[in-house]
Antibody, heavy 120, light 106 residues
Framework: QVHLVESGGGLVKPGGSLRLSCATSGFIFSDYYMNWIRQAPGKGLEWVSHISGSGNAIYYADSLRGRFTISRDNAKNSLYLQINSLRDEDTAVYYC?????????????WGQGTLVTVSS | EIVLTQSPATLSLSPGERAILSCRASQSVSSYLAWYQQRPGQAPRLLIYDTFKRATGIPARFSGSGSGTDFTLTISSLEPEDFAVYYCQQRSNWPLFGPGTRVEIK
């Protein structure tokens, strides 16, 4: 059974940094592209970034490139998102999501999300 | 940049009724469109991809249609658990989600 569990969220001051983690199980992690998708409170979904199974291919949403760094550790079946220079508008639930095999950018399994709150 | 619009913003229906949700793209996304359901406090769930293909475990009452710029998600007979927010998503370039349609109990 596929499981994705995010952690690392919390309350951070503007300008601060945070590293989110996503622990996975129930599938061959290294076979799949993985993504981060966020959702501001009461708002819609915004794709952040994805990384290939090997970690060699990485893409970011144009509006977010520069402060976000996605990475993975296939030995630990884990996905990460480093966020620097946090801003108020980064406040959101951050989901990790698995990309459907053979169907790029469709997200077939999601974690429950971790809440990042940026506030002074 | 492709923009997705969804209509209506809110759909008020009773259990057992048919729900028809619309998603329109500002330019063609071919058939690369998905639908997700998000219940309160939960993560989104993939329902439909490539316009009409049901994801694993999705009931047959959910169906998708359309092509190019106009797409529809139909729920043939609403069950109590179907009252939720529904998002369309295109993958023609980068992943982009629509603003959502809330299906609420009338």
């Amino acid at each position: 059974q596929v499981h994705l569990v995010e952690s690392g969220g919390g309350l951070v001051k503007p300008g601060g940094s945070l590293r989110l983690s996503c622990a996975t199980s129930g599938f061959i992690f290294s076979d799949y592209y993985m993504n981060w998708i966020r959702q501001a409170p009461g708002k819609g979904l915004e794709w952040v970034s994805h990384i290939s199974g090997s970690g060699n291919a990485i893409y970011y949403a144009d509006s977010l490139r520069g402060r976000f760094t996605i990475s993975r550790d296939n030995a630990k079946n884990s996905l990460y998102l480093q966020i620097n220079s946090l801003r108020d508008e980064d406040t959101a639930v951050y989901y990790c999501a698995r990309e459907e095999l053979g169907a790029q950018y469709y997200f077939d399994f999601w974690g429950q999300g971790t809440l990042v709150t940026v506030s002074s | 940049e492709i923009v997705l619009t969804q209509s209506p913003a809110t759909l008020s229906l009773s259990p057992g009724e048919r729900a028809i949700l619309s998603c329109r793209a500002s330019q063609s996304v071919s058939s690369y469109l998905a639908w997700y359901q998000q219940r309160p406090g939960q993560a989104p769930r993939l329902l439909i991809y490539d316009t009409f293909k049901r994801a694993t475990g999705i009931p047959a009452r959910f169906s998708g249609s359309g092509s190019g710029t106009d797409f529809t998600l139909t729920i043939s007979s609403l069950e109590p658990e179907d009252f939720a927010v529904y998002y369309c998503q295109q993958r023609s370039n980068w992943p982009l989600f629509g603003p959502g349609t809330r299906v609420e109990i009338k």
